[in-house]
């Protein structure tokens, strides 16, 4: 289930959200990086659906359990069919207690905190006519009328709002990361510099310093972006004709001895400037700097504190909401349940 639910955890975009949530109809979890309104249709039952399990007093109907078995083989094709219903079942019941537990804490979301919400969403579908699309098919398969579900799905968004603050409550109750444990990461896997800019080298010394006086001069009228363009230029003809992102060198250094000659003098250099090194009479670099990052001791130390704790956090929730899951009361009604999915759920 971790596993799976990782593959959530860094969706971009709330458009790219929104269109997963239509298409999915189904509630799959407010993760770090997720946000209330992936699958909000979840319990939108459609016409003839019925229910094949409680889960602490709540219903759980089969189009929820096939959808999510769906979502599961999407993800995890390898997974047997038994497999998938099991998975897809868990996914649902962690859904059931959060927003059991949010309840119990008295977290609540108002109607008008929702309905905003729904307005923005409907923005988006509003851009696309795919989702609009998806959105109508969806308002096809509501047994009610299409206030009737606006009003569902208004209730809907109440309650998966509830859990993503339930959510940002318990990451709040993740421990802190000790001292000890980031002296530790630090050691293991200390926190690099970075250096990023584009060097022009020149077999002539002479001809380097007249290129750097006529880019001195370029400079000094042009903006950064016009200016970064003339010197990826200057580089090209000194080089075969390539993308100009294939000129830009970066380095990741814990000391400045690792770096480059002229690498190396560049680190002190201020971003967007320009500069000449001169190896020997024969030879030189004249470099653009594109940014030249340099972490102070307490900057890394902070730095390293934020990650372990975001790890902290998120194995913090897993454990959350694995205990509300190991400590629900489920119950299923296998009649209503095909007899692959109550083979795998039930074992008989």
Known sequence: MKKFLSKFSNKKGILSIFIIGLLLFVFIGNVRGETPLDGILKRVFPKGDVV????????????????????????????????????A???????KVLADEAKNRGIQVSKEEAEAYWEQMQTYASQSPEISAMLKKQEESFSGSKAQLEKKIITLYQESLAVQKLTEQVFLEAPQPTEEEIRLELVNNPVLNQLVLIPMEFSDAEEAQTVFKELEELKSYQSVSAFEETFTSYVQKQTNPQPGDFLHKEFFYQEIGELLDYAQSAVDIPENSIEIYERDDRTAVIYLVLQSVRWT???AQEQVRDLLWQEKQSAYL???????IKNAKVEYIPE??????RLALTGK
């Open 89 to 95: 079942m868990q996914l649902l019941i962690r859904d």
């Open 52 to 87: 094949i399990a409680w889960v602490n007093g709540e219903p759980v109907d089969l189009n929820s359990l096939e959808t999510m078995k769906s979502i599961v083989l999407t993800n995890q094709p390898l997974l047997s069919d038994p497999q998938a219903y099991q998975e």
């Open 318 to 324: 897993l454990a959350f909401e694995d205990d509300l």
């Open 336 to 341: 209503e349940l095909p007899e692959e999915a």
């Open 297 to 299: 001791e307490e900057q």
